[in-house]
Nanobody
């Protein structure tokens, strides 16, 4: 599975960005997907996840109410709409395919395939 993330950039605090992740896998709808982020000097942290059919979503407390994850299985894409951005949201954002369902969805180890990351920088 190959993942290509896009949509990052520089935005002022309070602004919005939409990240997209395109997957090469034909059975894309079979997989839950997640977004993680990693700031310099910090561990990779969970942001949001969505199940294969797109009817169940999960969010980190830090982004709940501001970010929305969605997917379009016809186009093999998953998106992360981010609004009300804060400087602490600055990080490289990664999309990932979840393959280990016995591992909690918050854990990066549950995801076997990762995109290359797209940088989001929020200025104050």
């Amino acid at each position: 599975v190959q993942l290509q993330a896009s949509g990052g950039g520089l935005v002022q605090a309070g602004g919005s960005l939409r990240l997209s992740c395109a997957a090469s896998e034909r059975t894309f709808s079979s997989y839950a997907m997640g977004w993680f982020r990693q700031a310099p000097g910090k561990e990779r942290e969970f942001v949001a996840a969505i199940n294969g059919q797109g009817d169940s979503t999960y969010y980190a407390d830090s982004v709940k109410g501001r970010f929305t994850i969605s997917r379009d299985n016809a186009k093999n894409t998953v998106s992360l709409q981010m609004s009300g951005l804060k400087p602490e949201d600055t990080a490289a954002y990664y999309c990932a395919v979840r393959t280990l369902y016995r591992v909690d969805y918050l854990n990066p180890s549950a995801y076997a395939y990762w995109g290359q990351g797209t940088q989001v920088t929020v200025s104050s």
